[in-house]
Each structure stands twice: as structure tokens, then as C-alpha cells.
């Protein structure tokens, strides 16, 4: 027989992954609660915000039983993650299965990271096509490529040693600004602006803002609130970045 103490974390692993990996609030509490419901609980209540997870839940012939994560950090994308996750969430609401043998397909998800080599190429090719799709040449292009490499590596090593996303925003965006500026006046055929537009898309925080409104009017205010005023934050952290790096090299 089955109980909540057996479900319980590895419902809090499932929701922390999905937030972790871009999903709306909206979908991690259904998830969750269809999940509950689909193992044999008969009373389902999950709280999630950005920071934290809570789940109660109550099996036959138990007390209600709750449990409450701490979200650090929920800010990622691995839409590939996500879609692998809802997968799981369907099979197991159609097919129920032991705790223990959903834990074991949760985490051969959950260990696989996108390879860096795909996270590079994917900077690439979205950098050198914004820059080429607002009215940059073969050249701005390339040199948004270059920046997009620059990115790619201060996400691998200097984020895990900032305080925070913030921080990390506007030290990215200046020392990428810093490197366009110098690679401008290195080479003055360059475009400035549309080297800049290419690589600043590949850190502005559209998907989280674009979450935060969807929370927002389907109910979720509180956390939509908290997305929106975390991705007004970064893209004024970005924006202050690389306009610092324009000061700095007299570009404006």
C-alpha cells in the first residue's frame, strides 16, 4: 500500500524540476495535484510561488501529511526538460506506478543537462541571426557570434559565483559591452547597435516576463508579481551593463 510520506518528495523533486526548467505556475500546481490524485489521494492542496513549494496531501486512512521546499533558483529554460516532465506527469496519471519506480524514471530525466556544445551553438546561431535580422552585415553577424561566445562562456563559469541573476546580468552585459565597443574600434565598419541587439536577445528575460503576465491573468498575481519585478530587474541590470560599456568607451 502506498502512502503520502512515499510521494511526497518526489512530488517536491518533480515541481522544483518544472520550475527549474521554465514551467508556469499554473502548470506545476496542476501537475502536481493530477499527480496526487492519479496515486489514490483523497484530498490534494499545492502552493507554488517562484521561491516554494507546498504540498499537502492525505491518503486513506492517514492524517494530512505536508511538506514545503525552498526554490533558489527557478529561473532557467531546458524546454526539452519540461516536455520530458509533462511526459512523465501524463503516463503516470494514465498508469499509475510505485513511488520508488517513479522515482527512477524521474531522475534519469532530471540527470540529463543540455550539452554545452548545443548551449554554444544555440548562442550562435540566435546571436548572428538578430544582428542579421535588424539590418546588420555578414560582419556584424560574425562579431555577434563572437560575443555570443564571450556569453555563453561567463554563464558556464562566472555564474555559479555570483550572489545572484542580477549581479551576473550586469557584469555579463558589461563585459560583453566592453568586448563589442574594443572590437568596434578595432574595426570601424562594424556596427555598433546591431552587434548589440544580437547579443543583448540572448540575455534579456523575455520568457520570464511573458510567464509573469500569463500568472498574472490567470489568477497566479502574487506570482506573477514576483516574475515581473525580477525580469524588470534583470533587464534593467542588462540595460544599466551595457550602457556602461558605452560611456566607458565614449560610444554613444
Same mark, same amino acid.
Given at each position: 500500500?502506498?502512502?503520502? $510520506?512515499?510521494?511526497?518528495?518526489?512530488?517536491?523533486?518533480?515541481?522544483?524540476?518544472?520550475? *527549474?526548467?521554465?514551467? &508556469?505556475?499554473?502548470?506545476? &500546481?496542476?501537475?502536481?495535484?493530477?499527480?496526487?490524485?492519479?496515486?489514490?489521494?483523497?484530498?490534494?492542496?499545492?502552493?507554488?510561488?517562484?521561491?516554494?513549494?507546498?504540498?499537502?496531501? &492525505?491518503?486513506? !486512512?492517514?492524517?494530512?501529511?505536508?511538506?514545503?521546499?525552498?526554490? =533558489?533558483?527557478?529561473?532557467?529554460?531546458?524546454?526539452? $526538460?519540461?516536455?520530458?516532465?509533462?511526459?512523465?506527469?501524463?503516463?503516470?496519471?494514465?498508469?499509475?506506478?510505485?513511488?520508488?519506480?517513479?522515482? %527512477? &524514471?524521474?531522475?534519469?530525466?532530471?540527470?540529463? %543537462?543540455? $550539452?554545452?556544445?548545443? %548551449? +554554444?551553438?544555440?548562442?550562435?546561431?540566435?546571436?548572428?541571426?538578430?544582428?542579421?535580422?535588424?539590418?546588420?552585415?555578414?560582419?556584424?553577424?560574425?562579431?555577434?557570434?563572437? !560575443?555570443? #561566445?564571450?556569453?555563453? @562562456?561567463?554563464?558556464?563559469?562566472?555564474?555559479?559565483?555570483?550572489?545572484?541573476?542580477?549581479?551576473?546580468?550586469? #557584469?555579463?552585459?558589461?563585459?560583453? !559591452?566592453?568586448?563589442?565597443?574594443?572590437?568596434?574600434?578595432?574595426?570601424?565598419?562594424? *556596427?555598433?547597435?546591431?552587434?548589440?541587439?544580437?547579443?543583448?536577445? +540572448?540575455?534579456?528575460?523575455?520568457?520570464?516576463?511573458?510567464?509573469?503576465?500569463?500568472?498574472?491573468?490567470? @489568477?497566479?498575481?502574487? *506570482?506573477?508579481?514576483? =516574475?515581473?519585478?525580477?525580469?524588470?530587474?534583470?533587464?534593467?541590470?542588462?540595460?544599466?551593463?551595457?550602457? @556602461?560599456? #558605452?560611456?566607458?568607451? @565614449?560610444?554613444?
Amino acid at each position: 500500500m502506498q502512502t503520502s $510520506k512515499e510521494f511526497l518528495r518526489i512530488f517536491l523533486d518533480m515541481g522544483e524540476a518544472l520550475l *527549474s526548467s521554465g514551467a &508556469e505556475i499554473f502548470r506545476v &500546481e496542476d501537475t502536481l495535484n493530477r499527480m496526487g490524485y492519479a496515486c489514490g489521494a483523497t484530498q490534494m492542496n499545492v502552493f507554488v510561488i517562484t521561491s516554494s513549494i507546498v504540498i499537502t496531501m &492525505e491518503f486513506p !486512512g492517514e492524517g494530512a501529511r505536508t511538506q514545503t521546499r525552498r526554490i =533558489r533558483e527557478s529561473y532557467g529554460n531546458d524546454f526539452t $526538460k519540461l516536455e520530458q516532465l509533462n511526459d512523465l506527469s501524463r503516463r503516470f496519471c494514465n498508469h499509475p506506478i510505485p513511488a520508488a519506480e517513479l522515482k %527512477k &524514471e524521474f531522475d534519469e530525466i532530471n540527470i540529463n %543537462k543540455t $550539452k554545452q556544445l548545443w %548551449k +554554444l551553438m544555440g548562442s550562435i546561431l540566435g546571436a548572428c541571426s538578430f544582428a542579421l535580422f535588424y539590418g546588420g552585415s555578414i560582419p556584424d553577424a560574425v562579431a555577434a557570434g563572437l !560575443g555570443a #561566445v564571450l556569453i555563453w @562562456g561567463l554563464q558556464k563559469y562566472l555564474r555559479p559565483v555570483c550572489m545572484n541573476e542580477v549581479t551576473f546580468q550586469f #557584469v555579463a552585459s558589461f563585459i560583453t !559591452g566592453c568586448a563589442i565597443c574594443l572590437l568596434t574600434l578595432l574595426c570601424p565598419f562594424l *556596427s555598433m547597435d546591431k552587434i548589440m541587439i544580437g547579443d543583448i536577445m +540572448l540575455l534579456i528575460p523575455g520568457l520570464m516576463s511573458t510567464n509573469a503576465i500569463r500568472d498574472v491573468l490567470i @489568477g497566479d498575481t502574487l *506570482s506573477g508579481i514576483i =516574475r515581473l519585478i525580477a525580469a524588470l530587474l534583470l533587464a534593467a541590470a542588462l540595460a544599466l551593463g551595457f550602457m @556602461g560599456a #558605452v560611456i566607458l568607451f @565614449g560610444r554613444f
